[in-house]
């Protein structure tokens, strides 16, 4: 059983409407969510961290953790050309140190 | 804002070259992490170092090694780089172990091509 998984293949939606991406992990005991945000051609960025079950909001993004169900999901609201990225969940499994264990990431593309 | 800068974007290598990628970063971080990206594998972790001349092997450490001499510099060598060591390489650090925080913060990344 893979760490992180994200088996949603490319999501399209069109310009205003909402993404919404899902994340499952294997780890019962972890307790660090992350969502980056990664242009093509260009590196991770951070856009998202959660730690306690429930929403968190920042601007157009709403990170939501369920730890008795083992998923976190982001939602994009009022989506962007500029949100088309491939989106990457990484949790921080315990025993592993600091490390981040990483899913493959979930492509968006937004239609203007 | 935490910065992280590798020393290439793009690098082209013959195979059986010494191959040299640096990361530098600016916040203080105790972690420094190299990372592998290529498609359909995702992110996969090759080294990484919680301390000055401390390192761990990720999952994919053979034919790479690193030093970390200083806080600041993580270097990630390739011995005698092969075709199949084109990738694209990612820089990464975070806060220490105990600071509560894991976010890690990536550099711009080098891609690199051995011919």
């Known amino acids: 059983q893979k760490e992180v998984e994200q088996n949603s293949g490319p999501l399209s939606v069109p310009e205003g409407a909402i993404a919404s991406l899902n994340c499952t992990y294997s780890d019962r005991g972890s307790q660090s969510f992350f969502w980056y945000r990664q242009y093509s051609g260009k590196s991770p960025e951070l856009i998202m961290s959660i730690y306690s079950n429930g929403d968190k909001e920042d601007g157009r993004f709403t990170a939501q953790l369920n730890k008795a169900s083992q998923y976190v999901s982001l939602l994009i609201r009022d989506s962007q050309p500029s949100d088309s990225a491939t989106y990457l969940c990484a949790v921080n499994p315990p025993l592993k140190r600091d490390r981040l264990a990483f899913g493959k990431g979930n492509q968006v593309v937004v239609i203007p | 804002d935490v910065k992280v800068t590798q020393s290439s974007r793009y690098l082209v290598k013959r195979t059986g070259e010494k191959v040299f990628l640096e990361c530098v970063q600016d916040m203080d971080h105790e972690n420094m992490f190299w990372y592998r990206q290529d498609p359909g594998l995702g992110l996969r972790l090759i080294y990484f170092?919680?301390?000055?001349?401390?390192?761990e092997k990720g999952d994919i450490p053979e034919g790479y090694s690193v030093s970390r001499e200083k806080k600041e510099r993580f270097s990630l060598i390739l011995e005698s780089a092969s075709t199949n060591q084109t990738s694209m390489y990612l820089c990464a650090s975070s806060p220490p172990h105990g600071a509560g925080s894991y976010e890690q913060y990536f550099g711009p990344g080098t891609r690199l091509t051995v011919t």
């Open positions: 170092s919680y301390d000055v001349k401390m390192k």
